[in-house]
């Protein structure tokens, strides 16, 4: 589905991302994690498009992306979220999602069909990340990349969430999911990979990655460029 070939990005002298390859597969939830200034953010703009590569290849789908415009991308069906929510406060929640080409099936997949009448701006933390997913989902994506979902949200909040995504992951929706909380994050990913210094140093299983030396010490001591 998503293919990310020995991918290099360097802003003046800091090298962000240096020779990363990954993949994702059909029907697959991928974490994304790494210390503060690891380079995930400079991968996550790079995939959907925000930031071109120096070096290296991103295919969706079989088809070369490095360089295409997120509007290219988005028609496409890759579709990401932001850390720092991105809705029409001022319209209701279903004008939100009737804005952006979905509907009330969106809404129920996230949660808020009962606050579709409620208007952005009144709505919790929790329930403004859910509106912005629902926001990408009416895109009808193809692939779904979530920045920092978990951010900020209480530990009810959080379940919600972890509900929403759990349930697009039954409806085959591939995820590419940056997160900081790796409770959370682990409670809903398959596979995780971990960035340090712009490298990737960790391919595995979630409960695979909490007992390796390298990825501990990257944790402990690990500072780089975001």
Same mark, same amino acid.
């Given at each position: 589905m998503l293919k990310v070939i020995d991918v290099e990005k360097k802003f003046g002298e800091l090298r962000a991302l240096s020779g990363v390859s990954f993949k994702v597969n059909k029907d697959e939830c991928l974490g994304i994690i790494g210390p503060n200034g690891a380079g995930k953010t400079t991968l996550f703009n790079i995939i959907s498009g925000f930031t071109k590569p120096d070096r290296g290849e991103v295919l969706f789908r079989g088809e070369k992306i490095s360089g295409k415009k997120p509007s290219y991308l988005v028609k496409k069906g890759l579709v990401r979220t932001f850390q720092l929510i991105k809705v029409f406060r001022q319209m209701s929640v279903e004008e939100n999602v009737l804005t952006a080409g979905g509907g009330i099936e969106e809404l129920k997949a996230v949660g808020l069909h009962n606050k579709r009448y409620e208007k952005a701006q009144n709505l919790s933390h929790?329930?403004?990340?859910?509106?912005?997913?629902?926001?990408? &989902? #009416?895109?009808?994506?193809?692939?779904?990349?979530?920045? $920092?979902?978990?951010?900020?949200?209480?530990?009810? =909040? #959080?379940? =919600?969430?972890?509900?929403?995504? &759990?349930?697009?992951k039954g409806c085959g929706i591939p995820l590419v999911i940056i997160e900081h909380k790796l409770k959370e994050l682990f409670n809903v990913v398959d596979r995780v990979i971990v960035l340090n210094y712009g490298k990737l140093i960790f391919e595995?299983?979630? $409960?695979?990655?909490?007992?390796?030396?390298?990825?501990?010490?990257?944790?402990?001591?690990?500072?780089?460029? =975001?």
């Open positions: 929790g329930e403004l990340r859910r509106l912005s997913i629902a926001l990408a &989902l #009416s895109t009808k994506p193809k692939m779904l990349m979530l920045d $920092e979902p978990f951010s900020g949200l209480s530990s009810i =909040e #959080s379940k =919600e969430l972890e509900r929403v995504i &759990l349930s697009l595995g299983l979630p $409960e695979e990655v909490i007992k390796d030396k390298t990825v501990i010490e990257a944790y402990l001591g690990g500072n780089g460029v =975001e």
